[in-house]
């Protein structure tokens, strides 16, 4: 049976902190959250859940699955695990992904932490059941939950660092969840991100700022730090280019002429503009 380490999990009905049951996490108050067989936890208590089947569809995370693993955006997990090295405290740290989709990311994080000889407690979390089950696919060794960056289910104040990597960052919530001192960092698409993608499937281009944080400085984050990672990518082949538009927004806002223009494609070299902000708590 797979242990899920139970470090920092929260009840989502009442807050208690979670124990490490047998085949379950339990709370104080009787509630029990039952460790699923592909080994996560799903944290996301039916009332809260907005749709029977939340987020990311099967098939986009399979998308999104195959075209990370072909190392296109490699360089945004090197620049985020940089990034996160900075920004870690001497003593172990708690990460949490909110919003990790299928784990490419955490997994990387975990890599690079294992390499520099540091323990961690890494939490990804997500609120598509088909992303969670392919994180684990990918790494059975870290935490993942079904949740809600809404209403995480992580202890207040025990989170270092949580990343946000193209997602729906809630800011109250994951200010309440990090530690004085603790980062967040933002990961977000820049003017010029898939450019020539966009170019093919839509028939004007917007180039538009990533998006503000005006809601982050109401919960009381300030900026600390802001870079953008420019690169072009290696030819993506017809397959590919059907994937990355299975895994992005674009698939549902682009025309059909749009999409039937991108299904004629049988190459295309692509620029990536990826801003990275780290944010921190004005205490
Ligand atoms: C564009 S994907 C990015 C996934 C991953 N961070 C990556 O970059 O590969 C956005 C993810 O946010 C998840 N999501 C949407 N709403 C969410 C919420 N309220 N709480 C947690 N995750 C959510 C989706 O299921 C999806 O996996
Ligand atoms: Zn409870």
């Given at each position: 049976m797979h242990k899920v380490k139970a470090v920092n999990l929260a009840c989502p009905l009442d807050g208690l902190p979670l124990t490490q049951g047998e085949r379950q996490l339990c709370c104080p108050a009787g509630h029990s959250f039952d460790i699923a067989r592909h080994g996560y936890v799903n944290l996301l208590p039916v009332q809260n859940k907005k749709s029977r089947e939340p987020g990311d569809s099967t098939e986009m995370v399979e998308a999104r699955r195959r075209f990370l693993n072909a190392g296109f955006y490699r360089p945004i997990a090197d620049q985020l695990t940089a990034l996160m090295l900075q920004s870690?405290?001497?003593?172990?740290p708690c990460i949490v992904d909110a919003g990790c989709g299928e784990g490419y990311y955490l997994d990387q994080v975990n890599r690079v932490l294992a390499a520099n000889g540091r323990d961690a407690t890494l939490i990804g979390l997500d609120i598509a059941k088909p992303a969670v089950i392919a994180a684990c696919r990918r790494n059975r060794q870290l935490t993942w939950l079904v949740a809600s960056n809404n209403n995480p289910a992580i202890m207040p104040k025990t989170v270092d660092l949580i990343l946000c990597l193209f997602g729906f960052p809630v800011y109250p919530a994951f200010a309440r969840m990090l530690k004085p001192g603790g980062r967040l960092l933002l990961v977000d698409a820049g003017p010029d991100h898939l450019l020539e993608l966009r170019e093919v499937i839509y028939p004007e281009v917007r180039k538009s700022p990533p998006p503000a944080i005006d809601k982050a400085q109401q919960a009381g984050f300030k900026l600390v730090d802001s870079r953008t990672l420019r690169y072009h990518t290696a030819a993506l082949n017809h397959e590919q280019i059907a994937d990355l538009l299975r895994m992005t927004p674009h698939l549902y806002r682009a025309s059909s002429v749009g999409k039937e223009a991108a299904a004629r494609l049988s190459s295309l070299r692509l620029t990536v503009d990826v801003v990275f902000r780290i944010l921190g708590r004005s205490e």
């Open positions: 870690l405290p001497d003593t172990e």
